[in-house]
C-alpha cells in the first residue's frame, strides 16, 4: 500500500473528533520479497530512530521469501496514523526490493478465560494438502486457535508441527479434539500427536525403552525357540501375550519351558548381532548429547539387555534372568519377573535414584507389556505397537523409525542433523 501524505490510509479511520495528536495507533505493517541479511536490521533501525514503539514482531522465511510482520505504536498525525515512519519504511523497503503493506488495527479485546496451549505434530513419509486440511479443518471445528505453524523435516515436507490453544475450561474439548486426530492419522496413513505444551515437553530428561520389537526387530524369545525347533507354539505365545491376551508372568514363564535343554552359546551367538531398529542409534546419540538418561526395562532377557545397553550406550539395562545349568537353559526363569507392574515399578525406581521427577520421563514400547510404563511416564509412545497399546497411549508412532521420537520434543531435523555431524 503506497503512502501519499497528507491523505490518511484509505483501510485506516481518520482521528476522531476531539481525539488529541500524539495519541499511539497500532499499525501491522508486513513486508515480504527475497530474503537477504540486513532486512531486519534496517527495519527495526527506523522504527527505532523515528521514536516509534515496538508492540510484536514475527518473521519467517520460506524457500528463501522472507515474510516480516512489525507491530508498530505511533503517534496519530494530522496526515495520518504515524504517517513519516511508514513513509520512511515504504522508502527503504522499496530499495531492498521488498513489498511493504501496511494496516491500522485495533487492540485484540482481552479474552474471557484462560487458554491452553497444546502441539500437535504431524509425522509422515509425506504431509500433503489433503492431510494438511483435515488437521486443520478439525483444529477449526474444535475452536482451536492456530498459533504457529512450523515444519520441523528438512527437504521434503514429512512432518510439522502446530502450536495451537484452547479454552482452558473445557477438557472436554481437547480430548474430542485428540479422538479426532487418531481418526485422521488412520484415514491419512501418518503419526499424529497431541501433547500439552509447557516447559515439561521440550525439557523431558529420562528415556526409558521396551526391548524387543522396540529397540531391537526381532522377539528374542521367538528366535531362541526357532534355534531350538519349537518356534510356532513359542510365538503363538508371545503373540498373546503382547496383545493382552493372557497374563504376561503366565506367558512368558510356558514359552521359557519350551526352551529347556538350548545350549547357552546358542543364546551368546544370537546376541552378539542383534539387529537394531531403525532410526535407534542416531536416537541415543542425540539424548546421550543433550544429557539424557536412558534405559531399557525389557520383559525379555538380561544377557540381551546388557549386550544392547553396552553396544547403544544405555545408561541402565533391567530384564529376567535365565536360569542355566551345564551351559544348557534349564526353563526356569528366576523372580521377579519383569512384567507390566515391575516395568512400571522400575521406571518409578529409576526416576526417583536420578531425581528425575515422572513428568519429565518418556516411556516407549510396543506391546501390552509396556502399557502400565506408559501410563507411569510423563510421555508414554506406543512404537510400531498393537492397537490395545496405542488406544492407551499418550501418542503412537506407527511408521518410519525410533529417530522420530525426537520430532514429538520439538526438535528440528536440520538441528538433529547438525548436532550428529559435531558429535
Do not use: W
Not at 151 to 174: K, Q, Y
Not at 216 to 223: K, L, P, S, T, W
Not at 410 to 423: H, M, N, P, S, V
Amino acid at each position: 500500500m503506497s503512502i501519499d501524505a497528507p491523505s490518511a490510509p484509505p483501510d485506516s479511520p481518520a482521528p476522531a473528533s476531539g481525539t488529541p495528536h500524539g495519541t499511539n495507533g497500532r499499525v501491522l505493517v508486513t513486508v515480504s520479497g527475497p530474503d537477504t541479511p540486513g532486512i531486519t536490521a534496517t527495519l527495526t533501525g527506523i522504527v527505532a530512530e523515528a521514536g516509534a514503539e515496538l508492540l510484536d514482531i514475527e518473521q519467517v522465511v520460506l524457500s528463501g521469501q522472507l515474510t516480516l510482520c512489525l507491530l508498530v505504536g505511533v503517534p496519530l498525525e494530522r496526515g495520518g496514523p504515524g504517517t513519516g515512519v511508514l513513509k520512511e519504511l515504504l522508502f527503504s523497503a522499496k530499495a531492498l526490493g521488498l513489498e511493504l503493506d501496511f494496516k491500522v488495527v485495533q487492540p485484540r479485546a482481552q479474552s474471557t478465560g484462560d487458554r491452553r496451549s497444546f502441539a500437535v505434530t504431524i509425522i509422515g513419509d509425506v504431509v500433503d494438502a489433503g492431510c494438511v486440511h483435515d488437521v486443520t479443518a478439525a483444529l477449526a471445528e474444535h475452536q482451536a486457535n492456530i498459533d504457529t505453524i512450523a515444519r520441523l523435516s528438512d527437504g521434503d515436507l514429512s512432518s510439522l508441527e502446530f502450536g495451537i490453544s484452547l479454552a482452558d475450561d473445557d477438557e472436554g474439548r481437547a480430548q474430542s479434539l485428540r479422538q479426532a486426530l487418531v481418526g485422521i492419522a488412520r484415514k491419512r496413513g501418518v503419526d499424529l500427536a497431541f501433547q500439552i505444551e509447557d516447559l515439561s515437553r521440550r525439557n523431558k530428561r529420562l528415556v526409558v525403552f521396551d526391548m524387543d520389537s522396540t529397540l531391537i526387530q526381532i522377539e528374542v524369545i521367538d528366535e531362541l525357540a526357532r534355534l531350538h525347533g519349537v518356534y510356532d507354539e513359542v510365538a503363538a505365545l508371545t503373540a498373546a501375550a503382547m496383545s493382552g491376551g493372557m497374563p504376561y508372568e503366565e506367558s512368558l514363564k510356558l514359552r521359557v519351558e519350551r526352551l529347556a535343554g538350548l545350549p547357552i552359546a546358542a543364546f551368546q551367538k544370537l546376541v552378539a548381532d542383534l539387529p537394531i531398529t531403525e532410526g535407534a542409534e542416531d536416537l541415543l546419540r542425540v539424548l546421550k548429547g543433550l544429557g539424557f538418561k536412558t534405559a531399557v526395562i525389557s520383559g525379555g532377557f538380561s544377557l540381551a539387555a546388557e549386550a544392547l545397553r553396552q553396544r547403544l550406550g544405555l545408561d541402565y539395562a533391567f530384564s529376567n534372568t535365565l536360569e542355566v545349568k551345564d551351559g544348557k537353559l534349564t526353563g526356569r526363569v528366576h523372580e521377579p519377573i519383569v512384567g507390566p507392574q515391575r516395568k512400571a515399578d522400575l521406571l518409578d525406581a529409576l526416576a526417583q535414584r536420578e531425581g528425575i521427577p515422572l513428568f519429565q520421563t518418556i516411556a516407549v514400547g510396543d506391546g501390552a507389556n509396556d502399557l502400565l510404563m506408559l501410563e507411569k511416564a510423563g510421555l508414554g509412545i506406543a512404537f510400531h505397537a498393537k492397537a490395545k497399546l496405542k488406544d492407551a497411549a499418550d501418542t503412537s508412532l506407527s511408521n518410519g523409525g525410533l529417530d522420530r521420537v525426537l520430532y514429538l520434543l520439538g526438535l528440528r531435523a536440520k538441528d538433529i542433523r547438525a548436532f550428529l555431524a559435531e558429535t
